[in-house]
């Protein structure tokens, strides 16, 4: 039977339903959260947006005075925007100058600037509508991007056009979608030092296909269109260029030819710098930019016989001018510094976090459910004292002792800066430190900010507490080590009877789900457990935080090494825990993971007994350049690799139940998968279910009613089918 027992108390069930609306009430919990931080030149202070509520959206500015405590609230969305007419909306980025004396933001199509010591913000006369506004590291001036596609410079009182198009398909300052979707870089203009230039992207789509979107129930609404690079199409053709605050450019010269992709840029003392990537992804070359004439000089190449992995925060400098970057070497991704590993085999690099004069401060991995802050510093310098170790840790061990941290042994220069097992990130500079702690033993994140001899400055989190506690057990199975976790109903006991199993992974390279954190979605398959399943969730093939070889298997077959690990951990999970009914087996995913349960029914009905996808794929070439091509290459000379990763040719081999579910604007993973693998299972004969979203995009986890809908059918149909 799936359900709650009959004798399970009222309070209990009101939170089982409150759940899937809180969910999407607090944005995935992540409204009321303090993000965004920014430490001032002297480290005495921090920036950071929060809103003031768990189920408030709308994002405030807000500054915290570390010596005494004390927050101060910088810009309110509400308040700036009274009698205006326009809804009020909140602050969903700023940035500021060098010392964080001033700050900008976007807030209606509108330009505002904040002086952070005098607490004042003034709207500034731009030529709305503004998005990315940035101001120069003196302070002086404000660059904006215009209209979608001018980039210009407040300064004063004068509004001054950069760059603006020369083209119907042309910007200037504004990432094309590969980059924000599939690189990491959502930035496309930075300025030099001193605040006189600025290097800018320019983007020219023409030659990009169009598609539309379209939304169904409003047959009187036109379509929106999009420009699509899909798999084995014509990309975006960038080119930079460095520009004068009197519109004059020159353009930055590399081999575009030979590569094509922008995946990261940047101005530092050093001058101007960009890397760039291969259409194949086999090489990355950095190139340092020659601000008058636009010539280039190699700094560093990396290459490997599958793709250069981009690591986000890398290339950047140090103030000695050593080049931060990483290299995979021996099975461990390590961070270099002009070429040389830096850490140690078996620590593998996730993220540059910042560069601060000549200390680096990363993420890095031992044991793949967790993640925590390191920091690289030289011997030689005179830089400010370390913050002080959290309680618990032993001030006097070496960072990289396994006593200490449990990590493979640190080379000179280097110390963790988290002790808790979880998942930890921060920002560092002037010696201070915000450190953001997730761990398995609580829901949400703890800030802290740290500096050396001093306590520790709290930074209120507001967050809503999830309606349901967790029930997980980790576990490690099989010779691969796969990293599990099973979520039982809250009411069961051993013995107690068999449990259905649904396997609710993402599994693909883009997301982990086994972390040492009360991660937000693992709340929704706790709400499936609570209807009576045990819910099983594996990373395997593919997934982050196991070294390159680990990522490197899926090269040229997305789900066949996917499929394979979650079938092995299913069957070890159930040896170790009887009360596991094989004979009853469903499986949900989104996006990747939703492809991966339509391949489950289709590849092993002997295991999987139904399936619920969500925003899958049913054909790979309908999915961007920069990162389908990146597993299985270009579909012109590796079309069966394609042909293996689409379910559509394997449409007609359905025995299984299946729901599709997608949205109807989904301009990510475009609906056009779903409805063709359903029409070719209507073809072959094969009886399945369609849902669509009206107007929901590719997460439909924003409007309550929708997202709680959308769970309970899900429901109903797996125990309709199991």
Sequence with gaps: MIGMPGNGSATHRAEVDELPVQFARTRRFSLGVPSSFTIAADGA????????????????LWELDLDSGTERLLADPVELLAGTGEPAAGIAAYATDHAAGVAAFALAGELWAVDVAK????????????????????????????????????????????????????????????????????????WSPDGSRLLVARVDESAVALWHVADPSDPARPPRGVRYPAAGTANAEVTLWVAGLDGRRTEVQWDRAAFEYVTAAG??????YVAVQSRDQRTLRIHGVDPGSGRTSLLAELRDAHWVQLVGGTPARTAAGGLVAHADVDGTRRLTLDGVPITPAALQLREVLCVDGDDILFTASGDPTETHLWLYRPASGDRPDLPDLPPGADPGAPAGDRAAGGEPGAGPGLRRLSVEPG?????????TLVHVARTPTRP??????????????????????????????????????????????????????????????????AVQRVTAEQAPMTFVSQWFAEQGFAVLITDGSGTQGRGPAWEREVHGDIFGPVLADQVAALHAVAARHPDLDLGRVAIRGWSFSGTLAVMAVLRRPDVFHAAVAGAGTSDQRLYDTHW????????????????????????????????LIHGLADDNVFPAGTLRLSAALLAAGRPHEVLPLTGTAHSPTTDPAIFAGLLRHQLDFLSRHL
Excluded: Q
């Excluded at 202070?45 to 405030?60: Q, T």
């Excluded at 930890?424 to 010696?431: K, L, M, S």
């Design 628 to 659: 389908r091509e990146r597993f299985l290459g270009h579909p012109g000379r590796h079309p069966e690799r394609y042909e293996a990763c689409s379910t559509i040719p394997e449409a007609p081999t359905l025995a299984r139940p299946l729901l």
């Design 119 to 190: 607490g004042e913000v003034r709207r500034l006369p731009a030529n709305g509508p503004v998005t990315d506004p940035r101001p120069d590291p003196t302070g002086r001036r404000i660059a904006y991007v215009s209209g979608g596609g001018t980039l210009r410079v407040i300064e004063d009182d004068r509004d001054l056009v950069i760059a603006e198009p020369d083209g119907p398909e042309v910007r200037f300052g504004v990432a094309e979608h590969v980059a924000g979707e599939s690189m990491g870089r959502t930035r496309a203009h930075w």
């Design 444 to 509: 949400g994140a703890i800030t802290t900010i740290r500096r050396a001899g001093r306590p520790g400055v709290p930074v209120a989190s507001l967050a809503a507490r999830p309606a349901l506690s967790l029930r997980v057990l980790a576990l490690s199975t099989t010779e691969r080590e796969l990293r599990s976790h099973l979520l039982l109903p809250s009411w069961h006991r051993p013995g107690d009877g068999k449990l259905p199993v649904l396997v609710d992974p993402y599994a693909g390279p």
């Design 267 to 272: 101005w530092d003392a050093h001058g101007p």
């Design 45 to 60: 202070s921090v920036l950071f947006l929060r809103s003031r509520g768990g189920e408030d959206p709308i994002a405030c």
């Design 423 to 431: 998942v930890h990130a921060g920002v560092w500079r002037a010696g």
